[in-house]
């Protein structure tokens, strides 16, 4: 029996049903990162090492699962963390310098761009409209996070003459996404140290001139 004030030890099956969760969403990371969303459940099931009426009774649909695959991708683990509610935001927060804040905030999504960047073509060439909705509301919490996070470093500085928050924010939701990312990265062969430099240097200068 746990000790007063301690957390309850998990029960066994639920961390056997997590872990089995656990191994369909990566399975189905790989395979729709490597051959797209037209990939089989059964080939999901077999990489995963379960029965395909696991898949289907965990997830009931293809686009159910492409949903935790994208959640996994985007925050990187099982933790219910949204992107800002994670450590390096507190430290974006305590860092006065405008620039050195916004750069923060470029390696931190880097991180997310490289997970989710794999998935980007299979996502916008699925042809099911549930995964359309899916992006969509994906890349809705994506600005309104951006948004959160401009408006914290804006207040640590002053926006380029001319230049207004929402136009700052719609800079930043171009340029910090898989799209570039892919371009720059896995197709013109940058390294992603490079890449996060130039991205902190590109945004700073545009934002704050």
């Keep these: 029996m746990a000790a007063s004030g301690e957390p309850r030890p998990e029960d066994p099956r639920k961390q056997r049903a997590r872990a089995t969760r656990r191994r369909m969403v990566e399975a189905a990371y790989k395979l729709f990162s490597e051959r797209g969303y037209t990939v089989p ?9 379960v029965a395909v009426q696991t898949v289907y009774f965990t997830f009931h649909t293809k686009a159910e699962l492409m ?10 683990d099982d933790l219910p963390l949204t992107p800002i509610e ?34 980007s073509p299979s996502i916008s060439r699925s042809g099911d409209p549930d995964v359309d909705a899916l992006w969509r509301h994906s890349e809705q919490l994506r600005i309104d996070g951006y948004r959160k996070i401009v408006e914290a470093v804006v207040r640590k500085g002053k926006l380029r ?11 930043t939701f171009v340029l910090l996404a898989p799209p570039l990312y892919n371009e720059v990265v896995r197709l013109r062969g940058w390294t992603v140290d490079r890449w996060r430099k130039w991205m902190g240097q590109t945004l700073a200068d545009a934002i704050f001139g």
């Design 41 to 49: 459940l059964t080939d999901v099931a077999k990489e995963a090492g």
């Design 67 to 76: 949903g935790a695959v994208l959640e996994l991708a985007v925050l990187g």
């Design 86 to 119: 994670r450590p390096w935001f507190a430290k974006l927060l305590a860092e006065p310098d405008p620039r050195k804040a916004l750069q923060i905030f470029v390696d931190a999504t880097t991180e997310i761009i490289e997970r989710v960047g794999p998935l």
């Design 161 to 171: 003459r001319g230049l207004t928050l929402d136009e700052a924010v719609d800079i």
